[in-house]
């Protein structure tokens, strides 16, 4: 899968300076216009058993710049993953000796604390940034991070920094990473009780999905990921969102076929809409492969995240589909379907937090405030057909979130 992305700039082009007329000096006011394109390309690949001495995708990464090897990789590993793959320290050093002409480890793997822990603390970015110091990594060696989202956020914003940015191999270990956050072009960590508040737009060098990862993930972090395919379908592909009905049995038991389908569907559509969207970098005041998260982000932090990104993300689907129907932007009968797939994914559809209502929607102003800008929320008029508006009506927000209050149904 390839991604290709273009950063948008007005257009207007540097202009030569001409000399002044004899006698006058330069005119006080002037301007030098400027005009940068730059252009990205990663591809995102699709494997099992990444370490295996004969799987060649992780070496042809690394000589893809046509650069001579060997090419020096600064490892991270996930703790977590570590001890769930108790060979996989010793997998990466043999795979480092087997194709010694491509892969040379800059220094000894360094094991870290993955989960949102490793976003609400500087400490692991500053001990990254240092490693890498110390490591001697240039802007030609490679920074490979193997562990799930948090991880990859973390890490990916120590190798945009350092040096204004060095290569970075991610490697994403969760079903959430492979299909959503570790194949777009942004890091960041949690600051100021703010999530993502200190962070940077930088594409990764390549990804590598290697599905053999996802056999110890534990169930509800399997599920959590989903949440996100059910997003891009509702949004962009209502195809998709027939097929995620029809398996959603298969996938909530954990057919590892299903799971693969799912996972590049959803990482190709978001791959295409990082690529076509025209905003990449985010400039504009809207995100609409957001749909569902300004209530997520408030529920992530107003549960201390306990609520996990996919499963707030659920919620705040549930939420916004209840308030599209409310609203009349979609058909009566339409948000059943929707909640319904959503719970036999196995996803919540409610948490005691909704409770506090004025702080839920006080995510409303988080979100606009993230991106700065009129507030722009993507709605549904239809399954796979997203649309934005600039306000929401309160009282119809509350009115969705008592729709899902187990205690008013009963
Ligand atoms: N950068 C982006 O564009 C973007 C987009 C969406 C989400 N995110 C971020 O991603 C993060 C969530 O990522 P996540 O859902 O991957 O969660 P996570 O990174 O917190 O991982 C979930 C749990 O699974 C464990 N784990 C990871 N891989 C494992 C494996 N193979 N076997 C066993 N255990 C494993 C981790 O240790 C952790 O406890 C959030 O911080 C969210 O903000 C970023
Ligand atoms: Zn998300």
């Known amino acids: 899968m390839e991604s290709q ?6 257009d207007h082009a540097a202009e030569p300076l001409k000399a002044p007329p004899s006698g006058h000096g330069m005119p006080p006011d002037a ?4 005009r940068i394109a730059v252009e990205y390309r990663y591809d995102v690949h699709f494997t099992h058993g990444a370490f295996a001495a004969e799987n060649r995708t992780l070496a042809d990464v690394l000589a893809q710049d046509h650069g001579t090897g060997p090419h020096r ?5 996930e703790e977590q993953v570590r001890d769930s793959w108790p060979g996989l320290v010793s997998d990466i050093r043999a795979y480092a000796r087997a194709h010694a002409a491509q892969f040379s480890l800059a220094a000894d793997p360094l094991i870290a604390r993955g989960g949102e822990e490793a976003k609400n603390r500087p400490e692991l970015v500053a001990q990254v940034q240092a490693s890498l110091n ?18 990859q956020d973390a890490v990916g914003f120590a190798a945009a920094t350092a040096h204004r940015g060095v290569r970075m191999v991610r490697l994403p270990t969760t079903v959430l990473a492979q299909n959503d956050s570790g194949v777009g072009v942004k890091n960041a960590i949690n600051a100021f009780g703010k999530k993502n508040f200190l962070g940077t737009f930088a594409p990764p060098f390549a990804v590598i ?3 053999r990862f996802l056999e110890t993930l534990p169930p509800r972090e399997r599920v959590a990921g989903m949440s996100e395919a059910v997003k891009v379908a509702l949004i962009r592909d209502a195809e998709f969102f027939g097929w995620l009905r029809r398996n959603s049995r298969a996938l909530s038991a954990g057919d590892a076929g299903a799971l693969q389908y799912l996972i590049r569907r959803c990482a190709e559509l978001h791959l295409r809409h990082i690529g076509t969207s025209g905003d990449p970098f985010e400039f ?3 995100r609409p492969l957001d749909f569902g998260h300004w209530a997520a982000h408030r529920l992530e932090s107003m549960t201390g995240y306990r609520l996990r990104h996919g499963e707030a993300v659920a919620i705040g689907m549930a939420i916004d589909t209840l308030y599209s129907e409310l609203a009349g932007y979609l058909a009566p009968g339409t948000a059943g379907a929707v909640l319904g797939l959503l719970r036999d994914l196995g996803l919540p559809l409610w ?8 702080a839920v929607l006080r995510g409303l102003e988080e979100f606009r405030e993230h991106l700065g800008g009129e507030l722009t929320v993507t709605l549904l008029r239809g399954i796979g057909q997203g649309f934005e508006v600039h306000r929401m009506d309160e009282r119809l927000v509350r009115r969705a979130i008592h729709q899902l209050d187990p205690a008013r149904a009963a």
Request: glycine letters at 10%; hydrophobic letters at 45%.
């Open 31 to 34: 301007v030098l216009r400027q």
């Open 284 to 286: 504009g005041s809207a």
């Open 351 to 358: 948490d005691e937090a909704l409770r506090e209502e004025d």
């Open 209 to 211: 999905n290697d599905a």
């Open 73 to 77: 990789v600064y490892v991270v590993v």
């Open 134 to 151: 110390d490591a001697g990594i240039d802007r030609h060696s490679y920074v490979l991070c193997i562990g799930g989202g948090a991880l």
């Open 5 to 10: 992305a273009t950063l948008a700039v007005p």
